[in-house]
């Protein structure tokens, strides 16, 4: 009888997401077993465990996911799980800690697409805001852009000090170069959007980052992407299904990408990050480098 494709997902925190239980089982993984309140030191006997136990056919057919919320995490987590494999026992690794990386990829992928469409520009060099942006998915933002060569200042409500926290852990970890910014009232947004091109928002549901007014004096932007689903938007003037649609606020030329159109495209990387590590004939590892590649050919066909 042929062997069952497994997926063991760890994460440090109290549960799994639904979300990402779901996608697994749709991509077609037969069994999905959660591991909760992992720790770092855990992680060499986890992984062990899982590549020993199927020998060097099972493998292939064994994957682990990596969760939970916080970006720097997860990557000493991929760092431990490769080295506790022992090849030929070596299985392939997911991480995608709160959809951080595959969101940020689907965004960062649609406004980089968006820029090249309406001003035949590149992310490389570009001023780039992320308000709200000390949370995982603004934070894996900010380290595709940064890696894409554009200025990047992450942005917080609580102000300078959590963002400096947020923007040293993300270069540290990743060899982002990202910058800290204060948000933390009105005279302080308005200052970081007189500059900024391209403006992401990324704070919790139902928070407005960027108001029709504060937009006004944004003179220079071009792209701005929102992942606010929740009544009020985001960023004004941005509707759930915007993609690439012109903004009514700011420079006059700017273009907004909704929420659900940045989902639709995550929901893709996603579904093809796992169908990757079921397909492949060798091992795979599989971060935000890998989603947002898989993210651009998916926006490249809209």
Do not use: W
């Not at 500059?195 to 944004?218: D, F, N, P, R, Y």
Request: aromatic share 6%; hydrophobic share 45%; glycine share 10%.
């Amino acid at each position: 009888m042929e062997k069952l494709y497994i997926l063991h997902m760890l994460t440090p925190s109290p549960n799994v997401s639904p979300f990402d239980v779901n996608m697994a089982y749709d991509a077609g993984f037969q069994v999905v077993t959660p591991y909760t309140g992992i720790t770092l030191d855990q992680v060499t006997g986890y992984t062990q465990d899982a590549i020993f136990s199927r020998g060097p056919t099972g493998v292939k057919r064994t994957g682990i996911f990596l969760g939970g919320r916080d970006i720097g995490l997860a990557y000493d987590m991929m760092d431990m799980v490769k080295r506790a494999m022992v090849p030929p026992f070596e299985v392939s690794v997911f991480a995608d800690p709160s959809g951080a990386f595959t969101t940020a990829a689907a965004m960062v992928a649609s406004v980089e697409h968006q820029l090249r469409k309406h001003f035949n520009q590149e992310l490389e060099g570009r001023d780039v805001v992320l308000l709200g942006g000390t949370g995982p998915v603004g934070s894996a933002a900010a380290v595709l852009a940064s890696t894409a060569g554009a200025r990047v200042r992450v942005a917080s409500h609580a102000g300078l000090a959590r963002a400096r926290i947020a923007a040293e852990t993300i270069n540290a970890h990743y060899g982002a170069n990202t910058e800290a910014a204060d948000m933390s009232d009105v005279a302080k947004i308005e200052e970081l959007l007189e500059s900024a091109e391209i403006v992401l928002g990324a704070a919790k549901a139902g928070v407005q980052v960027a108001s029709a007014k504060q937009l006004e004096g944004c003179k220079h932007l071009k792209v701005a992407a929102d992942l606010n689903a929740v009544p009020p938007a985001g960023i004004a003037g941005i509707s759930l299904t915007d993609q690439g649609v012109p903004m009514p606020s700011g420079s006059g030329h700017a273009v907004g990408i909704g929420p659900l159109a940045v989902g639709n495209i995550k929901y893709q990387v996603m579904h093809g990050m796992f169908e990757r590590m079921l397909n492949s004939d060798k091992p795979v590892y599989l971060d935000f480098r890998d989603a947002f590649q898989f993210a651009r050919e998916r926006v490249a066909e809209l």
